[in-house]
Structure formats: structure tokens, C-alpha cells
């Protein structure tokens, strides 16, 4: 059986057993059995538990081998003395895959290294494979199938896949991923890889279709040349971004006695990251940021970038994140100095950062010549893009200090038409902004300090879907717009 | 009159005029007007308006020298060209202190800046000075008074000054702290620094009570010797934390178009700040985990850390980020070692970071040893401080899954009994733990994602009067740990 098919049945179980499922909320089993139970799809569902006739509402088996029918895969969750007579149970019944939660093997010392050993042989003799043990469990959202403890809110569908080589730390990242509004492919916590490695889940996210940005989180590899060979062959169509610990002394000495795996020398997992097309990111933050800029923001040819701001403070501020991340604030061409000489007044800077100096209603005409300039790759825009400002100042407005008047447009001085004109305005400018980022295929990159709360509305979505993402900081956009073109720039040289 | 008089009439006026106050709310005068309205408890105060017989309800006055009885400060709002002659309106009224909003003037070329210079001279020559102009407004929460267009959601009362030499970033600026909980002293945006500088400012809030820590956003100093001077008097008791663009040629550059300052080398900055025990900081978000950190935290010593983490993840994660911000991952002596022994199961990694390795409820029984550790000057402790993680699954249990059941505490297995005795247990722990910090003088810094949801929590508000602070990620307490213990150095050694 290929490795292939293996992970079928770990992702893609039509059966499943959760060995240890228990109705107690303190103990594992209820909340791997409960996870199953209330994510997934999975009709065949059985709780093996040989004291209780049923768990959380569903029938029991004393044993895994009392199970009529098929077992595809089974969740572990026994103590770590009962694993082995347990894997030998499922070996038994005939199962494919299987995920140990258990702790106490491998990372306890020589005698739980040699039992897990006996497990690994045992269960591979037997032809299943198994991920952990010593995890936090899996999940997979093309059929809501959940191995992770409360791993319900991180279940958004989507196409981000996350490996990580820590479990407590794991939850942490799914955490922060979820609330970033992130969607998930695949997840899964390796734990102490006594059978498949962080490798073979490289290999299977390398080519599952669900998954176009992988993720991950890393201590120390256990086959470097392998993860490069894989790493070379798909980062160039399918990127790979990663947090690994252990770039100063300290880290690493904590990644060493954390994991059994052979950290090495940061400077050899950096140059090999370099060399392979992988982004390295320094924090969670970071790793889904890209990742989200990856699935939806053009790639920049180069590394020039145009910043287009309504205040001076945010085009300083702008300027220098870019700059400090590896950008390059671009130079504008004499063209584009004469367009904008003709929309801005003479006080504006002449130069990038495109000051509009608070000159009304100009966020759009400047844009185009900047799009249109030959040496800018990209632009980040503060201010004035789709209205955003516009549109919170009135909602903001009409809840607070005038919910009493009649009319909440006449407070800007704004009949009602004045205002469908000026929305029927913004899409037009919209539609133009697509058609320019299509055709010069430059990133546009905006900013809006409440972004968090727009993530629902109809407006932000149609800025993701045509490529425009918007960040909370200056200094946010800034760090994707340089790790996007650093990436660029390696699969160009490929 | 001395500044300082000058001052006082500036952020504690008895009486207030705001000339070009307004009823259209996309006027500035509307905003300006509103603010003070709304937020201070001024009782003197007039709108000044030569075409509308009120504002908001308020009567109004064609000319300020219309007003009965004496006005102390003046909030300017109208157009570039009206400036100078109701600057000398304000002088012949016996005005001594105003600022200015208008933007127009000396940044936008020779004319402006004619102008401009005249302002200045007749308001000089008329025993007033003023802020601005093209500033964004100024707030003082002790009397509740504000000029900052919408500043109400950050009037929150605190010891935190802020001076901003950029306006929009201004606002931006004020937004984030009051995302994050922080409460303010003194706001003022400098805007062109015409009459008033930025050292006048700072000079002002090293003397103010109600501000124990100055944060500040520079672009470039006027008067870089004489901020020197007040830096160096006032850093070792009033901490003073700064953003300053033009690390990069791109940002000085934008620096040096946006203000009319000098922005100068930012090498010759770095050292001035580094000789002066000012803390740079690199963003918003730092400059107020920092402030928020200075008023909470009891001084580390020096840079060593211990780490306590129940997941070696996290662990990896919080010495990585605390060696690279310039900490030092401490080494535990042996008796620390032999206390934790017989705490831990044998496969502790025996070290620091100090890993549970998920050994049930073991938080205080290791960290005593650890506070006791002379080459220990501060703890970071992941996890199980203050029962936090418990009392967050109990919520989320008791809303989700398990709504209908009767006794939420059986499904952790435990009788109300149980809590109450583990509640108590709690209470006795944190208060051995704020006893070891007096004694030691040690700060304890935690983790916890949620912590934006625990803000108005009696245990959140206990804990940070105790001196410890929360944060949600790992690396933002290192951070604040590093910058903390650089200043502490600094004190030491004066």
C-alpha cells in the first residue's frame, strides 16, 4: 500500500474508531471523541471504551475487533502502557491509519523510545501507518473531519495547509489563524513522528489539491535532503511558508531536549530554506499573513514599491518599513511627477511617498499614473481607496452623537443622490482599479486600522477576490509586499 | 509669563473659544467644536461663528472680542488667509494660548511659510503662544478637555503622555492605545511647530504629575541639543519611549519632505537616544506594550529570564524571541535543578526553559524555586498562572456543548466543592506570588491569547496592580521584557 493511501484513510476515513472515547470532559478521549462527533461527516463513528455502554449518546464497543464492518482509522487515546496491545488490535481489524494523542513514549527516555519502537514496528509490520504519538490530533475540512480538541472555530474551509512539530504551540497557531479569518486545507500535529514524519506530510500537502499554501511549524527535520528535494519541486508552483524556532542559541538548545529530532545549525536550515524558494517568517502573525497574501495578491515583478498616502506620518512610516523589510521605494519616472503634478498642488513632495497633502478626493486619479509608471512594482495606498474611511465615518456618525436626526446624510453636508453619485463613482473607480491590476499586473496593497471588523462585509470580499488585501498597520503590508518579492524573485530565477 | 504659564492655559482653560466652529459635520470646525463640547467639562465655552446664531445648540459670538468676560485659550479652525487676523483678534482679547488646526501655512512653500513667520510675530509680541498650525488637536484627561476631532473613545484616564509630530499618524496612533487598554495623561499633535516645538512639549510633560511615562512620534527635532538636555534629566525617574521614522534614506527622506525639521542622521539619533535612556521602539503596538509595561511592571535587574512553559513549543518560541531582543535565556543553578526534581518527572528537559512536559497542576510549585534563583532577574511563565486557561474552557464548555447539562462543574469531573477548594487554593497562590515579587523584586510576565477579552475582569485588573501584565502572544511579553531591562540598565547605571 503506497504512502498515497495511507493518508486516505487518515484524511479521508469512511470509518473511523476513537479508542478511549469517554464521556469525562478532563480527560482527552472526551474531547478528540466530541471533536469527531460534533465536525465531521463520518457516518461510521464508533466509541471503543469497555466500561461505559455509550459515549456522549453513541453506542460503544469493548474492543475495536467487536466492531461490525470496517475500521479505516482509529484516534489512540489510552494510556501509554495500553498502545501497543491496542495498535496490535487495529493491526488485527485491518486498519490503514491511525493518530496517537497518547503521551509518555518516546519523549519520556530509553524505555519509552524502545516501546514506541515495538509500537512502529508492530504497526508498520502490520501494514498501517500512524501519525504521532504524543500529538494534538488532525483535522481536515474538505469533510469537516476533526481529530483536534475544540478544533471546531478553526474549521474554516480554505486553502491554507498547517504541518506542526508542536502540539501546545499548534493550538496557538490554529488559534490566531482562525481569528485572521484564515481558511484551513489541512492541519496536522506530528508530535514525536515515531512512524511518519514531518516529511511524508510535506510529500501529501505537496500534492493534495485542496492545499495551495503550506504552512508550517518547525523544531528540527528529521530528513533535511528529503524535505529539500520536495521543497524544490513544488515551491515554485505551490509556496511554502514556515516558522522554525531556533535561530539563536538559546531557541535551538530548547528545540533539542523539546523534540528528539536533530535541530542543526540554524544557518544550514536557512541557506537550505533560501536555496529551496521557502519563505521563513519570524511569528504566527507573519506566517498567515504571507499566507493569505499568497492566495490572493499578485505577485510583484520586483521589489520597487509606490506608497500613495493622504498624511505625511503614514508615508514616513510606510517608507521606512519598506525600506527595513527589503523593499525599495521606488523612483518615480518624470511622467508620472508631470501626471500628478497636474491633480496635487505644488506643495505636494515631488516624490515617493505620493503625499496627497489631505488635497480632497484624489486617491483614484493618483493611482493610475502610478500603475501605469514603469518603475513601480507595486503600491501601497493610505487612505481613500473604496471609500473606506467614508463609509465608517457615517455608519460611526449615525450611530453616535446624531442618531436623532432624520436624515444621517445631511450631516456631511451630502443630499441622498450626492451620495448614490458618489457610490456609483466608487464603482467605477473599483472596476477601473481591476481592470488597471489585471493588465499591469502590480499588486495594490491598502490599509485600514479597522479591518477586523469589515471582514464580513460584501466590499471586502470583492477587494480579496480581485487581489486588494487590507491590513491593520502600515507596517503589515509592507512586511507581505517584501516577502511576496522576494518570492517572486526566486521563481523568476527558476 | 513663563512657558509653563503659557501652558496652563493651553491644557487647563477656564473659559475656551473655538473659532470657525461649525454645524456641517465635514468641516473641521464641526469636529473641533463637537469635542470640546462632548468631552470637557469646560464651563465657558464659545462657539465663534459670524453666520450661524449657534452651534449644536450653543449661542454663538461673530468675533471672539464679542465674548463677555475673559477667554484663556482659543482652538483655531478656519481658513489659511483668516488665520493671521484672528490671531490678532486673540491677542487684543488678552488670549494666551491657542492652537491652531488650519492647514495652508508654512508647509507649503516660501508664501506659507511668510505668513506663516508673521503669525508667529504677532502672537509672540502678544504674550500668546500657540500649538500648530496643521495639527490634528490636543487633549488633557484630567480635565477632560479635547480639541481631537472624535478623541472620545481615547479619553480613557491614565499616566500616559503622548507628543506626535504627524497628525494623521496621530490619530492612528491614539486609535491603537485605545484598542489596547491604555489611558492617557496629555495628547498634542505638533503639527508645523511654528510658535511651540516639540522640546516645549516635552519639556511641559517631564514636569506634568499626571504623566509618568512620555511616548512620542518624531520625524525630526528642531532642537536636538536642548531635547537632549531634558531627556537626560528626566529619563531615570520619567521613562521616555519614542517612535522615529528615517531609520531608512527612504523614510529620512519622506521625513525631511513631510516636516520642515531637520531630520538629521538617524545614527546621530540612535546614539543621542541610547546616551539619554530613551527607549526607540519600533511601532505602535511596541510603544505602548512598552509605556503599559513601565507603569505596571516592577524593574527587572538585569537580562536573564527564566521561562515556564506546560509545552515545549512554546518554550522553543519564548527563548528564540527573548535571545534575539537582546535577553539572556538564564542558566538555573544546581539547587533550582534539584528543587524542580522533585517536582518534575525524570524527562524534564532540566534546564531553562523550564517545560512541565504536561505534568498536571505544577505552575506554582516550580516557579517559587525559579523567583528564589539568584541568576534568574525575571520570569515568563506560559500557562497555568492564575488558573486563567481553566476558567476560559469552564466559559467556553458551559456556553457550547454542554448548555443543558445541569452541574457545569461534573463535566470536569469535579463537585462545586472541588472548584471552591481549587478556587481558594488559587487565592493563596497569588498571593505568595505578589509576596515573592515584593521580595524579590522580581517581574513575573504571562501569556494568554485572550487577554483583549479579560481587560474588565477583576482578575485581569488585580494582576496588573500587582505587576503582572498579560500578553497575547510569547514574543510580545519577551519584547517588553528586553525593553524593560535595557532601561533598567541604564538606570543602574546613573
Known sequence: MSLMEHFKSIFYPESVAVIGASNSMDKWGAGVFSSVLRTSNIKKLYPVNNKTPEVMGVKTYPSILDIPGPVDFAAIVVPYNYVLGIVKECVAKGVKGALVITAGLGETGAEGARLQKEIVDTARAGGMRFVGPNCMGHFNTANSFSTARGGGETLRKGNVGVISQSGGFAAHILQIG????VGFSKFVSTGNEADLHFEDFFEYYAQDKDTKVITAYIEGLR????????????????????????????????????????????????AMFKQAGIIRVDDVEELFDVASGLLHIPMPRGKRVGILTFGGGFGCVTADASERLGLEVAQLSPHTIEALNKILPERWPHANPVDTVGYGDVTYPCLWPMLEDDNIDSVIVIGGLANMGMRRRREKLTKDAFQDQDDPSSMFGMTLDMMKAREEKEKQNLAKLYEYMRKYKKPVLTFDRHVEHMKDEPLYKELQENGIMIYPTPERAARVLARLSEYSRYVQSK
Do not use: L, Q, W
Not at 482562525?178 to 479569518?181: D, I, K, R
Not at 511554502?240 to 528545540?255: S, Y
Open 178 to 181: 482562525a481569528e485572521m479569518g
Open 223 to 270: 530528513e533535511g535532503p528529503r524535505f529539500f528535494d520536495i521543497a524544490r519541486k513544488i515551491t515554485k508552483t505551490k509556496p511554502v511558508v514556515i516558522v522554525k524556532v531556533g535561530r539563536t542559541n538559546a531557541g535551538t538548545r530548547a528545540a533539542k531536549s523539546h523534540t528528539a529530532a536533530i535541530a542543526g545549525s540554524d544557518h544550514v536550515y536557512d
